[in-house]
Nanobody
Framework: QVQLRQSGGGMVQAGVSLRLSCAAS????????MGWFRQAPGKEREFVAA????????LYTDSVKGRFTISRDNAKNTVYLQMNSLKPDDTAVYYC????????????????WGQGTQVTVSS
């Protein structure tokens, strides 16, 4: 049974940094693309970032490019999302997920999901 356990997040002021972590179990982690999505109140869940199995390739949505960094440690079965220069528009519940296609950006291409972590950025 695949489990994705998220940590990190919280309530911060604009301009600061946060790091989200997602620890996976029940799967051969190093074989999977991993992704981060977010869902703001009243909005649909959207793609944020993805990383391929080795960590050698990454993909970001335009609104976070240059501010967010996705990374992974296959020895620890963990994927991270480093979020710098946070903005109020980044306020959302963030989810990690396992991808069935390399660097996929659509929800349908992700199978297992973490429990979600709230990130709130105040101005």
């Amino acid at each position: 049974q695949v489990q994705l356990r998220q940590s990190g997040g919280g309530m911060v002021q604009a301009g600061v940094s946060l790091r989200l972590s997602c620890a996976a179990s029940g799967l051969t982690f190093r074989l999977y693309t991993m992704g981060w999505f977010r869902q703001a109140p009243g909005k649909e869940r959207e793609f944020v970032a993805a990383i391929n199995w080795s960590g050698g390739s990454t993909l970001y949505t335009d609104s976070v490019k240059g501010r967010f960094t996705i990374s992974r440690d296959n020895a620890k079965n963990t994927v991270y999302l480093q979020m710098n220069s946070l903005k109020p528009d980044d306020t959302a519940v963030y989810y990690c997920a396992t991808g069935s296609r390399t660097l996929a950006t659509t929800i349908a291409d992700y199978d297992s999901w973490g429990q979600g972590t709230q990130v709130t950025v105040s101005s």
